[in-house]
């Protein structure tokens, strides 16, 4: 792998003793609803229906329809065409705790430069169903992103991936090596088996008891200790309403049966032994302040303490990857593109114009 850089170049064992330094850190809009309003909320959020139906995305979306197991369902999605095409295309994966409209900064740059932008909901998030015969796997996420290209007429992309959609893009790129011709991963799950590090599996029941009990409150506080490293921006509340506004629904035992299962899907399903397997150019863009440290919450206290946060973990994949390159943000957390839209975009465009000139 070449070495990492954040602006200039970072040393591999510079970045990873940066990393080390978290070690213990404990874990602790819409345009139908205002941004203004949004950025206010503080009490209960507003309900915005469990599949986002009274939140706005910035562009048209649209659904394609799949079938699981003998249910129908429909995967949202936004299909956006610059004004000036330069013939490539950007496919951007959402987290567990983000949906597609959260890309709208990063679109809007792709965009600038050329790119056509497909940004999908997964099954069981935001805007797409959440039906209950699903069994959640990255595999079937994989399949139907897929799918989907096939359907708009896409052969390949750039995959970028945020935090659980890091995992995914790497999942596709396994499973779909011509669709995919570079990846970009920020602050991606995955890049260890926390089972195989001592994480307990924790019952579909006991995890869907957790999600019920999710409000507006709780979720801006995970997100201030975990992705914001205790500096909140007004801005964020929008985001943290989305989410809560879902929870908030008449239907929202569908929202938290869903991200229950995914949790499960998380935890089961790990991706981290084939990192060498992925061929392609792979760039990880880690906001090294991010404590995101998946499943620690339900690990006994001494497999808890020995667990590292994403940052820890991001040198020695990238390592293990034959084309695996290391950008950091010494300064942001889990979401530098929603931290820091301009900083990260230019480092984004950046890195993909290098790619272009190889």
């Known amino acids: 792998m070449t070495e990492p850089r954040h602006g200039g170049r970072l040393s591999l064992v510079t970045a990873a003793a940066i990393a ?7 874990e602790v809009g819409a345009r139908e609803l205002g941004a203004q309003e949004v950025g206010a909320q503080a009490g209960p959020a507003a309900s915005l229906g469990a599949n986002l139906e009274r939140f706005e995305y910035p562009w048209e979306v649209r659904q394609f329809p799949v079938t699981i197991g003998m249910q129908q369902a429909q995967m949202s999605y936004m299909d956006v065409q610059p004004e000036q095409p330069s013939g490539r295309t950007a496919l951007l994966l959402h987290g567990k705790n983000f949906c597609g409209a959260t890309w709208e900064d990063t679109a ?5 430069a050329g790119y056509r932008v497909l940004i999908p909901d997964q099954i069981g998030f935001c805007k797409s169903s959440k039906p209950r015969e699903a069994q959640y796997s990255f595999a079937m996420m994989a399949h139907f992103t897929h799918a989907l290209m096939a359907e708009r007429g896409i052969e390949e992309a750039v995959v970028i991936g945020h935090s659980t959609g890091g995992m995914l893009a790497m999942h596709f790129a396994l499973m779909f090596p011509d669709a995919a011709n570079r990846l970009v991963l920020i602050n991606p799950l995955g890049l260890t088996d926390r089972m195989a590090e001592g994480v307990p ?7 869907f008891e957790q999600e019920r009990q999710k409000d507006f409150a709780a979720i801006r506080q995970y997100q201030l200790n975990t992705y914001y490293h205790g500096e909140w921006q007004p801005r964020y509340d929008r985001w943290v309403a989305m989410l809560a506004g879902q929870y908030a629904s008449e239907d929202s035992d569908e929202v938290a049966l869903a991200q229950a299962k995914t949790s ?5 399903q790990p991706v981290s032994q084939h990192l060498d397997r992925l061929e392609l150019p792979v760039t990880l863009m880690i906001g090294m302040l991010d404590t995101t440290t998946f499943g620690k919450g339900q690990a006994p206290p001494d497999v808890a303490a020995s667990l590292r946060p994403i940052p820890e973990l991001a040198p020695e994949a990238a390592a293990l990857m ?20 301009a900083r990260f975009e230019a480092e984004l465009l950046a890195l993909l114009d290098e790619g272009d000139g190889e």
């Open 20 to 26: 080390l330094a978290f070690a213990g850190t404990p």
């Open 108 to 112: 809007e740059a792709l965009l600038g």
């Open 201 to 207: 599996y924790v019952p579909l029941d006991a995890l």
């Open 264 to 268: 499960e899907m998380i935890l089961t």
């Open 322 to 341: 034959p084309q695996g390159t290391l950008v950091t943000f010494p300064d942001l957390g889990h979401s530098p593109q929603v931290e820091a839209p």
